[in-house]
């Protein structure tokens, strides 16, 4: 079936360093792709969105890049703080469909 | 504004029993839906509500689940009877507009079935 998956469940990174999030996907109709985060005890939080007409956006020390081609996308986060460890889900969905397929997380921890 | 409030944060139940879950939207927003996670697994969709009517409840597992939406406000989630398989994380969620986009989520409520 269709899916949307993780390459890494784990990720340390050094505070203030760069981090950088991969996901996969196998939805060639999916035009629309999230990222979400979600930190101890709390819901999924929005953190930027792209549409498949795009191969990159950005918002505040984030950034979201999207390769059609190999059905790839990543989140960058610019120096990280402490505040950036969460789990990190991505998530697709295409028009059409209202539901969200959402990967399984990866942990980003970040190291002080 | 308050968020999408769910209720309750967590609970603990024994096979067999009954469970309901419940979940107020942001004010306002028509659509909801329920997700969950299984322990170490994707979130998962379960159903959508536009108002008081199901859009689509394709995710729900079967038919010991039942979700209902009285009046387009708020939601619950009942399980009935509880399995050990049902253990998880279920996350409400809301929004304004269609097309999953800008999804507002709840803290989720942590089932446990023992």
């Known amino acids: 079936g269709e899916n949307v998956g993780l390459h890494l469940p784990t990720l340390s990174v050094q505070e203030g360093d760069n981090s950088i999030i991969n996901c996969a996907y196998s939805?060639?109709?999916?035009?629309?792709f999230i990222w979400y985060k979600q930190e101890s005890g709390k819901g999924p939080q929005f953190i930027i969105d792209i549409r498949s007409n795009m191969d990159k956006r950005q918002g505040q020390r984030v950034t979201v890049l999207l390769n059609k081609t190999v059905k790839h996308l990543s989140l960058q986060i610019a120096a990280t703080q402490p505040g950036d460890s969460a789990v990190y889900f991505c998530?697709?969905?295409?028009?059409?469909?209202?539901?969200?397929?959402f990967g399984t997380g990866t942990r980003l921890t970040i190291i002080p | 504004e308050a968020g999408v409030t769910q209720f309750p944060s967590h609970s603990v139940i024994e096979k067999g029993q009954t469970v309901t879950l419940r979940c107020d939207p942001i004010s306002g927003h028509d659509n909801l839906y329920w997700y969950r996670r299984v322990m170490g697994k994707e979130i998962k969709f379960l159903l959508h509500f536009v108002k008081e009517s199901k859009q689509d409840e394709s995710g729900m597992p079967n038919n010991r689940f039942l979700a209902e939406r009285t009046g387009g406000t708020y939601s619950t989630l009942k399980v009935q009877p509880a399995e050990l398989e049902d253990s998880g994380v279920y996350f409400c969620?809301?929004?304004?507009?269609?097309?999953?986009?800008?999804?507002?989520f709840g803290s989720g409520t942590q089932l446990s079935v023992l």
């Open positions: 939805n060639s109709a999916s035009d629309y």
């Open positions: 998530a697709e969905s295409y028009f059409g469909n209202e539901k969200l397929t």
């Open positions: 969620a809301s929004s304004q507009d269609r097309g999953g986009e800008k999804l507002f």
